[in-house]
């Protein structure tokens, strides 16, 4: 079963409180502006970081907007701009955070998609709520 709704996923979330996933795929827009004065300190999906994604690039939010929608177990796949690995300021703390709670599963950098897609280069990052602790580093 599945349910599509319409909506502002960062400002005004849908039942993000009820409602969590075994999956998720997400594309969500590369580099988009969202307004962050709509998010109080008691929104759970933020207030684990000391910073908030910046206003002009919500790459970051829309990643811990997922991460949040997981189950404990739940996984995450997110096509994201190449940019979000090395900008820094408010994002590099919060790679860091990502890092050091060991969400990161897989960072893959898929050059074939060059050719539909403005030849530019595409990331795909998978996160998960379950620690990858036990693997590998890779």
Request: hydrophobic share 35%.
């Amino acid at each position: 079963d599945y349910n599509l709704t319409l909506g502002d996923t960062l400002a005004k979330p849908i039942s993000i409180y009820e409602n969590k996933f075994d999956i998720i795929l997400s594309n969500p827009p590369f580099r988009t502006k969202w307004d962050s004065s709509s998010i109080s300190n008691e929104d759970k999906r933020f207030n684990e970081l000391s910073t908030l994604p910046p206003q002009d690039k919500a790459d970051y939010a829309f990643i811990l907007h997922s991460l949040y929608t997981l189950n404990e177990n739940g996984v995450a796949a997110i096509v994201v701009s190449p940019g979000i690995l090395n900008r820094g300021h408010e994002e590099k703390l919060i790679r860091e955070y990502l890092v050091k709670k060991n969400l990161i599963d897989t960072i893959k950098q898929d050059k074939t998609i060059k050719k539909t897609i403005k030849k530019a280069i595409k990331n795909a990052q998978a996160f998960s709520n379950q620690p990858w602790a036990k693997k590998e580093k890779r």
